[in-house]
């Protein structure tokens, strides 16, 4: 059962335009989300996160949106650069549940066209 | 700070051999986590740790064992390699904290013939 989702494997989207990744979740008790970025040959590092209790997070070209009645969110990256190819992943946690076990979606490889 | 190191980056193994993955850090981390990533698919977890001599079992445990005898360290033990076991492996470790975030090491990749 895949509680987190990215439904779309592959984006390509034009230097300079938004890019926007999608990710669905199931698990109600999941509070406490994160998008991670992947580079080949190396590990995954952390992008930018979201409680819960906001639906939306900026930092800097990155932005993510959360509508917890739709449990889905969204990562935008605008401007989007060449830098920016890499493959993403959603991840999730309930940090009531007393422990940090992130359950991670199948991710979104994103190519960006000079 | 080197972070989350893993050695071997790269190592082939024929079925039925053991190995060790091992997975250091240097950032005085409670937790640490084994994954795996198949092609295609997202992190699997397979073993996690709160602390030293404290293990438990992720999503898909069977084939693997860990141990944790100090903060730093936290190897990963293949019995008896399977083709299945073929994949990448990730070590991760974060401070203790519902928002903490995971530092993931650069990861080994493993494949089993």
């Known amino acids: 059962d895949q509680q987190v989702k990215q439904n779309s494997p592959s984006l390509s989207v034009q230097e300079g335009r938004i890019s926007i990744l999608n990710c669905d979740y199931t698990?109600?008790?999941?509070?406490?989300f994160l998008w991670y970025k992947k580079y080949p040959a190396e590990g995954p590092t952390f992008l930018i996160s979201?409680?819960?209790?906001?639906d939306k997070n900026e930092d800097g070209r990155f932005t993510v949106f959360l509508n917890k009645s739709a449990k889905h969110l969204s990562l935008h990256i605008v401007p989007s650069q060449p830098g920016d190819s890499a493959v993403y992943f959603c991840a999730a946690k309930g940090t009531n549940f007393g422990n940090e076990k992130l359950t991670f979606g199948t991710g979104t490889r994103l190519t960006i066209i000079p | 700070n080197a972070g989350v190191t893993q050695t071997p980056k790269f190592r082939i193994l024929k079925i039925g051999q053991s190995m060790t993955l091992q997975c250091a850090q240097d950032m005085n981390h409670n937790y640490m986590y084994w994954y795996r990533q198949d092609p295609g698919m997202g992190l699997k977890l397979i073993y996690y740790s709160v602390g030293a001599g404290i293990t438990d079992k992720g999503e898909v445990p069977n084939g693997y064992n860990v141990s944790r005898s100090t903060t730093e360290d936290f190897p990963l033990r293949l019995e008896l390699a399977a083709p299945s076991q073929t994949s990448v492996y990730f070590c991760?470790?974060?401070?203790?904290?519902?928002?903490?975030?995971?530092?993931f090491g650069p990861g080994t990749r493993l494949l089993v013939l």
């Open positions: 698990n109600s008790m999941f509070d406490y």
């Open positions: 991760a470790s974060n401070r203790a904290g519902a928002r903490e975030t995971q530092y």
């Open positions: 979201i409680s819960s209790i906001k």
